[in-house]
């Protein structure tokens, strides 16, 4: 069973910066891409950036020149350094890992993480 584990969130002050790393887990054999979420309180889930296998990235507009995704294949790790944090960056951060196919054949076309809370706060 393939299982994504997050860390790295906290509280921050706005302008500050956090890392969140996800590491996946169980037998895996390729990872098409891995992704990062997020959920604010009262709003709907949204995409922050997700990058391929290819390291082909895509950020959400709110977040682009200042997030920065990262991915080690060979570890089936995810990276994302987070820059000029603002309060409305404040939401639980999911990890994501789609078309997951593991060593004994098994595919999953989406895996999610439980999540990490990141705060933006004075």
């Known amino acids: 069973q393939v299982q994504l584990v997050e860390s790295g969130g906290g509280l921050v002050q706005p302008g500050g910066s956090l890392r969140l790393s996800c590491a996946a887990s169980?037998?895996?054999?390729?990872?098409?891409?891995m992704g990062w979420y997020r959920q604010a309180p009262g709003k709907q889930r949204e995409l922050v950036a997700r990058?391929?296998?290819?390291?082909?990235?895509t950020y959400a507009d709110s977040v682009k020149g200042r997030f920065t995704i990262s991915r080690d294949i060979t570890k089936n790790t995810v990276a994302l350094q987070m820059n000029s944090l603002k309060p409305e960056d404040t939401a639980v951060y999911y990890c994501?890992?789609?078309?997951?196919?593991?060593?004994?054949?098994?595919?999953?076309?989406?895996?999610w993480g439980q999540g990490t809370q990141v705060t933006v706060s004075l």
């Open positions: 169980g037998n895996i054999f390729t990872i098409y891409r």
């Open positions: 990058i391929t296998s290819g390291n082909s990235t």
């Open positions: 994501t890992a789609d078309s997951v196919r593991t060593l004994s054949g098994t595919y999953n076309q989406q895996i």
